[in-house]
């Protein structure tokens, strides 16, 4: 298995409260993105980093920020959680080039929940 | 005219029998086509992919079939298994950044 560390697994918080999930690799992966998966929704990507300090948008950034410092660690903060943010993040890396499939390993995920 | 197979949100199996999960993509330009195999409590797992100017691709088990003429993407699971019952995503990339098909619930019946 990849290595793919989030923290926390689990986290219950309330409105208007920041909200900060970590994810750490040990493969030395060049690209990691945070996806949410929410029913009726599948995977959608919130935002992706190609490089150390170099991150970009995904389809459903609002509310949303990233920060990347080091190759290993992707972080995602919600700065005033909302109940719509209620969801199972997932973190996921790969090794994506222009030849190559760009293969995603995933996290186990990170499930919050936003009173 | 060629039919096409319609996604499912689910698709009951027996055991021992074939299963097809179809998946319609939206950008033309997609480089690479992926399905993902999510098993409850987990994150997806890479089952098979294809580049886009293939249209047949076999592994273990597993047929992943291209039509890009109807942005069409389709999963064949042999001999399907319990151990197969599990959500089942396609995703299109392009440039790194893979979007998610709507997932197939797949039940393998005993």
């Known amino acids: 298995d990849a290595g793919i560390t989030q923290s926390p697994r689990h986290k219950v918080t309330e409105t208007g409260t920041p909200v900060t999930l970590r994810c750490h690799q040990t493969e030395n992966h060049r690209y990691m993105y945070w996806y949410r998966q929410d029913p009726g929704h599948g995977l959608r990507l919130i935002h992706y980093?190609?490089?150390?300090?170099?991150?970009d948008k995904g389809e459903v950034s609002d509310g949303y920020s990233v920060s990347r410092s080091k190759t290993e660690d992707f972080l995602l903060t919600l700065e005033s959680a909302t109940s719509s943010q209620t969801s199972v993040y997932f973190c996921?890396?790969?090794?994506?080039?222009?030849?190559?499939?760009?293969?995603?390993?995933f996290g186990e995920g990170s499930r919050l929940t936003v009173l | 005219g060629e039919s096409v197979g319609l996604h499912l949100p689910t698709l009951s199996v027996q055991e021992g029998d074939n299963s097809i999960i179809n998946c319609a993509y939206s950008n033309s330009a997609s480089d690479y086509f992926i399905w993902y195999k999510q098993e409850s409590g987990k994150g997806p797992q890479f089952i098979i992919d294809?580049?886009?100017?293939?249209d047949k691709r076999q592994g273990q088990r597993v047929t992943v079939l291209l039509n890009k003429t109807v942005k069409h993407l389709s999963l064949q699971i042999a001999a399907t298994q319990p151990g197969d019952s599990a959500v089942y995503f396609c995703a299109e990339n392009m440039m790194g950044k893979s979007t998610f098909g709507d997932g197939t619930t797949l039940t393998v019946k005993p």
């Open positions: 294809i580049r886009s100017n293939m």
């Open positions: 980093s190609y490089g150390v300090k170099d991150t």
């Open positions: 996921a890396i790969s090794e994506s080039t222009g030849s190559n499939t760009g293969e995603l390993f």
